[in-house]
């Protein structure tokens, strides 16, 4: 079945760091790809997607590229800010699954000043 | 953008009591929304699919009985759990898929529900 990797947390980044979050997937067919993320006590906000392979998902200066031979999705930002800090779930949705959405555990992201 | 709204944002029951949570998709039409089970420092456990005008399809685990929900119309969809127990208490989060699209789902702000 579909499944989704993402790097273990939690990450602690000073401010204006470089961020990377790796995310690798495993899914029949081919699948939308999705970055959300999750601030403290609230649901889940979509961040960026990428339908298809080499498309570039961005979004408030996250960005991530679909890469079909690597199976990944990274999410980079080249200068994070205090207010970046929350979870990031990567996830994918396929259309042999029914169009459910499977999610990886999600990243802690912790920005210090 | 897509708006999701839940209602309550938090609800505190006594044990052996029931709880409706609602999601309602504010600016488009949703044919199919998704009810998720977020447990502390955890991913999401999707718990069932509704889909408007027919039955919920439940994922392997989750107690039908238990765990009612209702697609009455293409912008609302109703959890019900019936008789709760502390062990029900979670962070349930609902999602919607717009009709235009057949890939993005767009979530609700979540309910906390605790049963004492």
């Known amino acids: 079945g579909d499944s989704v990797t993402q790097m273990e947390g939690p990450v602690t980044l000073s401010e204006e760091a470089f961020l990377t979050i790796n995310c690798t997937y495993t899914?029949?067919?081919?699948?939308?790809l999705f970055w959300y993320v999750q601030y403290p006590g609230e649901g889940l906000q979509l961040l960026l997607k990428?339908?298809?392979?080499?498309d570039k998902g961005s979004n408030k200066g996250f960005e991530a590229t679909y890469r079909k031979e690597t199976t990944s999705f990274h999410l980079e930002k080249g200068s994070v800010q205090v207010s970046d800090s929350a979870v990031y779930f990567c996830a994918l949705s396929s259309n042999t699954n029914a169009g459910k959405s499977t999610f990886g555990d999600g990243t802690t992201l912790t920005v210090k000043p | 953008g897509a708006v999701v709204s839940q209602h309550p944002s938090r609800v505190i029951c006594k044990s052996g009591t029931s709880v409706k949570i609602e999601c309602r998709s504010l600016?488009?039409?949703?044919?199919?929304m998704f009810w998720y089970r977020q447990f502390p420092k955890k991913s999401l456990m999707l718990m069932a699919t509704?889909?408007?005008?027919?039955?919920?399809?439940?994922e392997q685990g989750v107690e039908k009985d238990k765990f009612l929900i209702n697609h009455a119309s293409l912008t609302l969809s109703t959890l019900t759990v019936t008789s709760a127990h502390p062990e029900d208490s979670s962070f349930y989060i609902c999602?919607?898929?717009?009709?235009?699209?057949?890939?993005?789902?767009?979530f609700g702000p979540g309910t906390r529900l605790t049963v004492l």
């Open positions: 899914a029949t067919g081919y699948p939308s």
């Open positions: 600016d488009f039409q949703a044919t199919t």
């Open positions: 509704s889909n408007e005008g027919s039955k919920a399809t439940y």
């Open positions: 999602s919607a898929r717009d009709m235009d699209s057949t890939d993005t789902q767009y």
């Open positions: 990428a339908t298809k392979a080499d």
